[in-house]
T-cell receptor, first 113, second 112 residues
Framework: DTEVTQTPKHLVMGMTNKKSLKCEQH?????MYWYKQKAKKPPELMFV???????INESVPSRFSPECPNSSLLNLHLHALQPEDSALYLC????????????FGSGTRLTVV | AQSVTQPDIHITVSEGASLELRCNYS??????LFWYVQSPGQGLQLLLK??????LVQGIKGFEAEFKRSQSSFNLRKPSVHWSDAAEYFC??????????FGTGTRLQVFP
């Protein structure tokens, strides 16, 4: 298995809702990442988990809450989002050695109404 | 500061023509360089990477890139473009802090 699987593919939520994005990989990668991508922009790093521990938080608002239950799973819990949070959310994983690059999932298209 | 510059926002080529996408980086140490491709609404797919050895690297889908340290460049090339190559292309540098820094991207349009 050489894929990163993200669910759901599309999500529409209201500003008072609570929802979660899920990401799964079975490549034995030790690092997992959340990126946010706005239209016509490059991905922006949000969080990095290394060996299931949060190692980087790029000053992301607390309405985004990451969780890494085990080495294969990564969640992003969403609460009280704003319309400007609408974007493509990408999950990625890596072996942790930067020479290998990242493997990206196909993303969750989030719309906040 | 670490950065990646892709000077061309949008490039249009005819199918069958050759292609070169430019990428310049700024990084103090030995750079780990990548090219990714993204189709609309999709994730990013790794085309190729460089971190040492031969400065001309081969990737998937017939792409290649050449690392030129003297010019701080890592340009992507393809000898003959196919209509299916139309997509957004991102150059990126891997840092020693587990971050991947992306350029702003180049949108490739292919005319039949």
């Amino acid at each position: 298995d050489t894929e990163v699987t993200q669910t759901p593919k599309h999500l529409v939520m209201g500003m008072t809702n609570k929802k979660s994005l899920k990401c799964e990989q079975h490549m034995g990668h030790r690092a997992m990442y959340w990126y946010k991508q706005k239209a016509k922009k490059p991905p922006e790093l949000m969080f990095v988990y290394s060996y299931e521990k949060l190692s980087i938080n790029e000053s992301v608002p607390s309405r985004f809450s990451p969780e890494c239950p085990n080495s294969s799973l990564l969640n992003l819990h969403l609460h009280a989002l704003q319309p400007e949070d609408s974007a493509l959310y990408l999950c990625a994983s890596s072996q942790g050695d930067r020479s290998y690059g990242y493997t990206f999932g196909s993303g969750t298209r989030l719309t906040v109404v | 500061a670490q950065s990646v510059t892709q000077p061309d926002i949008h490039i249009t080529v005819s199918e069958g023509a050759s292609l070169e996408l430019r990428c310049n980086y700024s990084y103090g140490a030995t750079p780990y360089l990548f090219w990714y491709v993204q189709s609309p609404g999709q994730g990013l797919q790794l085309l190729l990477k460089y971190f040492s050895g031969d400065t001309l690297v081969q990737g998937i889908k017939g792409f290649e890139a050449e690392f030129k340290r003297s010019q701080s460049s890592f340009n992507l090339r393809k000898p003959s473009v196919h209509w299916s190559d139309a997509a957004e292309y991102f150059c990126a540098v891997g840092t020693n802090t587990d971050k991947l820094i992306f350029g702003t991207g180049t949108r490739l349009q292919v005319f039949p």
